[in-house]
């Protein structure tokens, strides 16, 4: 997949001001589809030390699944296939809860990306990938009438678009300011969350982002950077959070308000 959308934020936002590059890995996940009489599953997987094969499904309707290294690829959709009617259900569930979705895929659709537009356009491929060239999105994937394949491709692309900004948002904001008050860097994560932009464990030193931050602006992301870093200082949104906040982001209340926009 193509990582253009987080190239252009680095040489025009982060480079301009001096900043190092920043190379660092997200964990990797693999996409696969099990057919189950006429229906399909497309489900996530990630492999992890666990002992058994874990299954989750979360409020978008995507299906998540972990297992270790010794556990084939037979075994895990065997799995699939016994629980197919309780995945099913839940997607089912969900969807029906999540209609009206803003993002349709398919072509010529709008999307945003750092708060500017890209036309989508939905191709079929022998296998799934996204690219993202001249302002176009192109989706590519085996099967172009599953909308679940087609989220699941998207997402996976703009969860690493989005590691790769907020590292880089992360990395500038902390050599700035954040380093000079002794804190250490964080581990980075992204998810694709409903309720919550961002979230800090400071006991960890983890800061994890909604994947979503990649579709506004980036005066809005570099806000949630400065807010969650500002909880390794503040537990709580106390008035001395909102006072260490504006210590380092003056115009923080400006750029809360493109995220509520």
Known sequence: SSSSAASDVY????????????????NRSVIHTVTVG???IVYELTRKKVKNINLRIKPDGSVHV????????????RFIREKADFILSAIDKYSKRNTGSKIQFVSGEKLPILGRERTLYVVKATHNFVTDKDGNITLSVTD?????????????????QCFE????????AYDEYYRSLG????????????????????????????????????????YVVAHEFTHFLQANHSARFYAELAKFMPDYRERERLLKG
């Open 144 to 160: 172009t009438d599953n909308y679940e394949l087609k989220y699941k491709v998207y997402i996976t692309w703009l969860k690493a």
């Open 11 to 26: 040489k025009r936002q982060v480079y301009k001001r001096g900043e190092k590059s920043v190379t660092a890995g997200a």
């Open 66 to 77: 972990s297992a270790s290294n010794a556990v084939t690829i037979a075994v895990i959709e």
């Open 38 to 40: 006429d229906k399909k």
């Open 165 to 172: 900004i907020m590292t880089l948002l992360c990395k500038a």
């Open 183 to 222: 804190i250490k860097f964080p581990m980075i994560k992204v998810k694709d969350m409903r309720s919550r932009w961002g979230s800090c464990i400071p006991s960890k030193g983890i800061l994890t982002f909604n994947v979503h931050l990649t579709e506004y602006p980036l005066a809005a992301a570099e």
